[in-house]
């Protein structure tokens, strides 16, 4: 194996070394790509490889750090978590919390049938986990235990529907994902929606089944009222704007009328007015949600200018020709090796945020998908079709990731906002179902393609 080889597997464990270490993750990836600058600069002096490195990759890094600050695409960002941030301080998911708990109240498990649908909304209009995991943690918590609610089930069911955000656009991370591998936006948004409602579907329908068989883990609230289509009503108009939303930001995007960038100044501009609407718009709000916007975006952004650099280095080094070759090497066939990558993808998700391996490993597994001669329907229509149903599955993968015990982000944000009385083991168990659920969804968008490729490729018909 080429000294260059060794080089690539020493730099990818100093970079996960260097992860336990508790060190921020931006300045782990911009420091051990200086490191390995440093190192094939004398591997080329002493050891006579051509890896090329010196002070010049550095000077091209920060090249490339202008080159993404001036990109338009990556203004959505910000513009995107204002929206969902200033629509978690509106008031909007508790006014849909009592409304639907009225209308569901007759139905066994309502409540969580409630949480699920209120996950799905939010996850159309907010598209970060965080947010969403809490706030539906902070909402439908007390009311699921004051209900007599297993405790498994409240919290699998707050978990599993807070991630919907990553998968359902405007998700911040499919942002991400098109602007590092040239893809549409549109496409990955559109290409997410019936994925995203399938997960939702699933859910739903492990609960009505799950509390029909066991009705022990969800009673019915005994203040619980008749079916009036007075509740029917207060449903809808407490859906209505932030559906209007939700159509004003996606419709324009998907109808060609707005970029992706303007829509996310759109989807801000609507939450603010849905949070005076409210009466919850104040100076202390917009203080409280722009500092966390501004810390969110930060945060994102200096990771992008460390995996700048780390792949930079991790390139020059041939860390791409190794990864095609050591993939494509596997005896499995095109869908093995695609099978493969998604292990690997769900797998590095227990350790890493999807911010580092959306940055680093998708642009490296990228080329090899294309390489792998997968045809899928659509060509001509959207364009390259292949890479659209592989990001897609990679965000279901990550989402998937999101609730795996032990480190699964979702099941942490959930344990911060929960009574202290709840351990941890409760959370891990209450998630397994969903996992499977979800695992479940993953094997049919990769069973069947156009459950990802068939919106856009309707759109543009």
Aim: negative net charge; charged residues 10%.
């Amino acid at each position: 194996m080429p000294v260059e080889d060794y080089l690539v597997i020493a730099m990818f464990l100093t970079f996960v070394a260097f992860l336990f270490t508790g060190y921020p993750v931006a300045y782990v990836l911009g420091g051990v790509g200086v490191l390995f600058t440093v190192v094939g600069y004398f591997s080329d002096m002493y050891l006579d490889t051509l890896t090329g490195l010196d002070l010049m990759t550095l000077g091209m890094a920060v090249n490339r750090v202008y080159k993404f600050m001036d990109n338009w695409v990556l203004v959505a960002l910000p513009m995107f978590i204002f929206m969902g941030l200033m629509l978690d301080h509106s008031g909007i998911a508790e006014k849909m919390m009592k409304a639907m708990q009225n209308l569901f109240g007759k139905v066994r498990g309502g409540l969580a049938v409630t949480v699920t649908m209120i996950g799905i909304i939010l996850a159309a209009s907010t598209g970060i986990i965080g947010a969403s995991v809490v706030l539906l943690g902070l909402l439908s918590m007390p009311a699921m235990m004051a209900q007599g609610y297993s405790r498994p089930l409240a919290l699998g069911t707050i978990a599993g529907s807070g991630t919907l955000g990553i998968l359902i656009p405007p998700s911040i991370m499919l942002v991400i994902m098109a602007d590092q591998l040239g893809l549409s936006v549109g496409d990955l948004f559109m290409g997410a929606v019936v994925p995203g409602v399938i997960l939702g579907a699933l859910y739903i329908s492990f609960i009505l089944i799950y509390c029909f068989f066991k009705p022990e883990a969800a009673p019915l609230s005994p203040d619980r009222k008749p079916l009036q289509w007075g509740m029917v009503w207060d449903v809808f108009k407490t859906i209505l704007p932030t559906a209007a939303l939700i159509l004003a930001v996606l419709g324009s995007i998907f109808a060609g009328i707005t970029t992706p960038t303007e829509a996310s100044g759109v989807g801000a501009l609507g939450a603010t007015l849905l949070a005076a609407y409210n009466r919850k718009l104040s100076f202390k709000v917009i203080k409280e949600v722009t500092f966390a916007c501004f810390n969110t975006t930060a945060y994102i952004f200096a990771i992008f200018l460390g995996a700048t650099t780390f792949a930079l280095v991790l390139r020059s080094l041939g860390g791409d020709e190794f990864i095609e070759a050591a993939l494509t090497g596997i005896p499995l066939g095109p869908h093995g090796i695609m099978a493969v990558i998604l292990a690997v993808i769900f797998i590095l998700g227990f350790f890493l945020d999807w911010i580092e391996i959306t940055l680093i490993v998708l642009p490296l597994l990228a080329p090899v998908i294309s390489s792998l001669g997968i045809q899928v329907e659509g060509h001509g229509v959207v364009e390259n079709p292949e890479l659209v149903w592989f990001v897609v599955l990679v965000a279901v993968s990550l989402q998937t990731s999101f609730l795996t015990p032990p480190v699964g982000f979702a099941l942490f944000y959930l344990k911060g906002v929960c009574p202290p009385d709840v351990e941890l083991i409760e959370i891990y168990k209450g998630v397994v179902p969903f996992i499977i659920l979800q695992v479940i969804g993953l094997v049919m968008v990769a069973m069947w393609p156009q459950l990802v490729i068939w919106l856009p490729t309707v759109a543009y018909q």
